[in-house]
């Protein structure tokens, strides 16, 4: 991914480059981590927009446990930010999938999300055990979830930030989920790709991304930037993508 500062004339706010660092740190320590190849008009690219200018910058990761590892700047010179990430499991390891999104715009950071979600009907025992545990922030506006977001899990964390003590919880929380989802790699051995527990998890995965593309929002500011068939290129292609096991 291009330096922060390419991809849009705008200043980008500094809780989205701590978030943008706290991943790329955490990503770094996983194993066998290898860069993945995307076509060129989808990396990064810039677009005009009713005279405003849309910026998008796109990289991918895979790693020893994980089938993709994704990370998505959105900027435009008005002043929205839209940061968005997602860790997706290999279905044959035991592993929930890691989400965080943050919105922005010139008042305020409007949406900040960040789960472990079950990539089967519940989120494994151990990570139950170890959320539960967990000391979560309590912030002054919480949001509701939207009609499809069943996918997420308990534990989920939707809120909209007010000042800089609860940016500085909301990266906090991302860390601790990270930490969480990281360190229990080492504990957790792969199941066959033809076992019924993989073939179980790939199935939770294409639901996940089958509700994450019913986010008309994300949709509508794709097609008025591009078309409906770029926009489902996009949509099928970069950001949900299905799991295949084979």
């Known amino acids: 991914m291009p330096p922060l500062s390419s991809t849009s004339n705008t200043d980008f706010h500094p809780l989205l480059v701590s978030l943008v660092d706290l ?7 996983l194993k066998d ?24 910058s796109n990289e991918f990761h895979s790693s020893t446990g994980f089938r993709k590892i994704h990370l998505e700047i959105v900027s435009t010179a008005s002043g929205l930010q839209i940061f968005h990430c997602v860790f997706f499991p290999d279905p ?24 472990l979600s079950p990539a089967r009907l ?16 309590s912030f002054s506006s919480v949001r509701k979830l939207p009609e499809w977001g069943s996918i997420f899990s308990p534990y989920v964390q939707f ?11 909301f990266l906090q929380v991302v860390d601790t989920y ?59 292609q970069v950001l949900f993508d299905l799991p295949q096991c084979d």
């Open 23 to 29: 991943i790329r740190d955490r990503r770094s320590d």
């Open 33 to 56: 981590l290898t860069s993945l190849s995307l076509q060129p008009d989808l990396e990064a690219f810039c677009r005009s927009i009713d005279g405003d200018t849309l910026c998008i």
């Open 92 to 115: 044959r390891f035991d592993l929930p999938i890691f989400g965080a999104d943050l919105v922005l715009g010139p008042s305020g950071i409007t949406a900040a999300i960040v789960d």
């Open 122 to 137: 519940d989120l494994p025992d151990h990570f139950i055990k170890l959320l539960s545990y967990t000391e979560i922030p």
């Open 159 to 169: 809120v909209r930030l007010q000042d800089s003590n609860e940016e500085k919880f």
């Open 178 to 236: 990270l930490q969480i989802l990281t360190s229990s790699l080492d504990s957790i051995s792969p199941d066959s790709l033809d076992s019924p527990l993989t073939i179980e998890r790939n199935q939770g995965q294409i639901f996940y991304c089958l509700q994450q593309k019913r986010n008309d929002k994300t949709r509508g500011v794709l097609e008025k930037a591009f078309d409906s068939q770029w926009a489902d290129r996009y949509i099928n």
